[in-house]
């Protein structure tokens, strides 16, 4: 198969070895590459008991067949591994070039496992490897970690690294590269952390053959040119390329969409006046920032002149800034930036931080916490000086109840107890991101059956069918009603769908976010055709989906998803909302609609795949 | 004639204009509380529609007669699905 090395490179840093492995052709015609092929290494390699911060766990750091084309969102490359929030597996889409160079050095893939004796990064130039130390990065934020490798080993190499969260271990630490782009969820900076690795450089200067270059060059130029078309056609407040994801506000706020007050109200027109959209742009200074061949640009270069939270980077994203802002009642644009400057540079998920501050924020406004746990600080709505101050307390595992935040709201909640598990919005350990279920049920059903990392609101986006009208006319998806949005009807076609699509996309890989512009499954297909020379339909895009889908499923079941983890939803989402379009709606009826995606997957009632299906998808062995 | 819409195939009558086609798209997304709100807000749906890669401006909808094998998308505003 073309466009991909058949190779990827194994380090053991107990062992202080590294080698090469060959990975044969039909592991990729299963699974494509990126989050497929990191679901395949843990199947090869880790088995039932291996914990997250147990060495034995394989991070990977995975490329695929589009890394190295030049087409808007070819930057895209995946992270997975086992993962120390949901305690399973799971994956991380992040972006920029890293990947892009990891696949000139002539591989697919690092695997890394074992734990190293003291700090240490990776330098991989080409096909020279070697394990430097990293004592002296040692306690560094992620940024001066880089600043640090690059200018010891030089500005050309692509840097991923995890800041003091990663390294203390805090459940939900990310890590990041170029200053701009995060493998935000499930904790792979934790991971980094508890094998003592501090980053990874990379340089590469190898071209990997794909399979119609030329095709590739027409098709790649007409999509690049179509979108950026697109989106300069859009309405000024929906246009990507002007305001990144902050465009979200314009859009889901009257949808209902928002997550306000710790999930409890459904309107906050202070917050929706003064969070994203044009105030967004003109508070931070917001610049398009984008990633390597990127049209769209959805991210930003921000600048606060002055005043308590000024800083230069990168601008909060949507989820960012909803769960900081609007989840905290906090409507002080620059406040919530500057706090997720500090998270960045901690490297804490700034949707998990924004969930265990409302939990806690919540706590403090039942009596549960008081001022003798929060270090004098008055964890009330609005208070933008409390954020700022508990992001660094839990960057820093500060003893008390920055550390226990550091364990995620399930922990936090378990141990202080007094019923406050009732407010933790979290699923199998994992925050939820800031999609609102009662605005649209489907939201329920996608993170309640997640395989791919848990409960997330990116492995399958079925809620952006409503509130991104985005629909997947290829697949049959097509035109929906508004009111569908409340009916479990079609859900778990849908959600299945949806599900098998985020797979493709993140294996392939490629940059979701191209869907903001109308990047569509036809060219999503001709791209993987022109770089494999795979020649597929797109039956066999979705049955690639659908087996990736079930793979993650298989490894769910090894490290020990259980049914009723599925159908143990947070409360908060039962309660109804009273102001807001969704006012009064709750997702009755989800727990049938679980059990009618597991049908519709070919699962059984208990949620696991079926011989049948496993021998449909060829699954009975897995390749390699 | 065959022509491709939202990446799948349909049959429509020869002379169809691009018109009859976005006339019959624009009634369906004309029920939705966005597009309505766009609506009233500037006048239009704002709705795109892409002939064989390239947005058609909204003057040139009325000019265009279809032909065989052309390739129509429809993008919302809003994520652009
Ligand atoms: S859309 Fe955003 S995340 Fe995706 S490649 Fe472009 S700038 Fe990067």
Redesign the pocket.
Known sequence: MNGVWNRILKIDLTEKKTGIQAVPDPVYEYFLGGEGLAAWVLWKECPRGVTAFDPANRLTLAAGPMQGIRQ??A??WAVGGISPSIQMNAGSAI?HAFGIEMKQAGIDAVVIHGRAEKPVYLVIDDDRVRVKDASRLWGLDAYEAQDAIQEKEGEAFEVITTGQAGERLVRYANLQTAKK?FAGRCGFGAVMGSKLLKGVAVRGTQKCAIHDPAGNDALNKAINRRLAEVDASKPEEFRISWLGTAMATALFAPQGNLPIKNYSRGTFPEGVAKLGGRPYVETLNAKPW??KY?V????NKCEVKSGPYAYRGKGPEYESFAMMGFNLMIDDQAAVAYAGELANRYSLDTISLGGVLAWAFECYEKGILTREDTYGLELTWGNAPALVEMTRRIGERAPGLGYLLGEGCKIASERIGQGSEDWAVQMKGQEIAAHNWRAQYISALNYCTGVASGPNHERGNSQHIWVGHRYLPEWGIDHVENEERWSWDKAAERNAKFHDYCNVINSAVH?K??EFAGYTLTDLLQTINTCTGLGWTQDDLQRCGDRITNLQKLLNLRYGWKREDDFRYPKRFLEPVSDGVAAGRIPVGLEQAIVDYYRYRGWDDEGRPTPQKLRELGLETIPG | MKITINGRPEEVAPGTRLRNLVDRLEERVRRDPMIIALIAKTGKSQMLYILNGTVVPAAEIDRIELQEGDDVRYVHPFFGG
């Open positions: 808007s969102g930057s895209k972006t782009s984008p990633c990127c769209i640009k959805c991210h940059c976010f191209q």
